[in-house]
């Protein structure tokens, strides 16, 4: 069965103190591994794609990579306002995204 | 550059009535995924559609759901006598035509449906 997961459910961190989040699939004809924020109350919005193995991509304090099985999200000196949710995704060819439940990151100052 | 526009944002019904909610997609793009979320949950595709034609409704429940995206207007998603189940945020996504880096999927803000 295809399925994302995601690790920690929920991670709080202080200000300035980085760390991973990790993406783990097994999705048949993968077409792109995705990164979402989302804020509550809001719609997903879009971070990252990521194609091949090996393949990085950053925007401001984070970074993403992608490996066979699994993605990590590295979130370097994070800031309170990088508090949301975040989430990874599969995609496959010509059809929907497969989801896992996201993690809640809080940071605090 | 509007974004994909969804309405309305909150929606209240009551037990067996009809909900309707709907989704004008980013100006150019022609494909439209509907998801739900409901709390403690991911999301949850429910059906893909491009114009005029269901291309993938596998997550969409066989009773009362129903999607459409008509040739002109928005992308509509209606739920038949509802049910307290019902009571989730519901999200649309769209995309542009072509496969790639280009398809990316940006999403609406979502409706939240509440069934009393």
């Known amino acids: 069965e295809d399925q994302v997961t995601q690790s920690p459910e929920a991670l709080r961190l202080q200000e300035g103190e980085s760390s991973s989040l990790n993406c783990s699939y097994t999705v048949s004809g993968l077409r792109g591994l995705f990164w979402y924020r989302q804020d509550p109350g809001k719609g997903p919005e879009f971070l990252f794609t990521?194609?091949?193995a090996g393949e990085e991509k950053e925007k401001e304090r984070l970074k993403a990579t992608l490996t066979k099985k699994e993605s990590f999200l590295h979130i370097t000196a994070p800031k309170p306002e990088d508090s949301a949710t975040y989430l990874c995704?599969?995609?496959?060819?010509?059809?929907?995204?497969?989801f896992g439940k996201g993690t809640t990151l809080s940071v605090s100052s | 550059n509007a974004g994909v526009m969804q309405n309305p944002r909150h929606l209240v019904r009551r037990r067996g009535q009809e909900a309707r909610l709907r989704c004008s997609p980013v100006?150019?793009?022609?494909?439209v995924y509907w998801y739900r979320q409901l709390p403690e949950e991911g999301l949850k595709f429910m059906v893909y559609l491009q114009k005029e034609n269901i291309i993938d409704e596998s997550g969409m429940p066989k009773e009362r759901f129903s999607a459409e995206f008509p040739k002109e207007g928005p992308s509509i998603l209606r739920i038949q006598q509802v049910v307290r189940g019902d009571s989730a945020a519901y999200f649309c996504a769209s995309s542009p035509l072509s496969g790639g880096s280009k398809n990316i999927q940006y999403f609406g803000a979502g409706t939240r449906l509440s069934v009393l």
């Open positions: 990521l194609y091949s």
């Open positions: 100006k150019g793009h022609s494909h």
């Open positions: 995704a599969a995609g496959q060819a010509g059809t929907a995204l497969i």
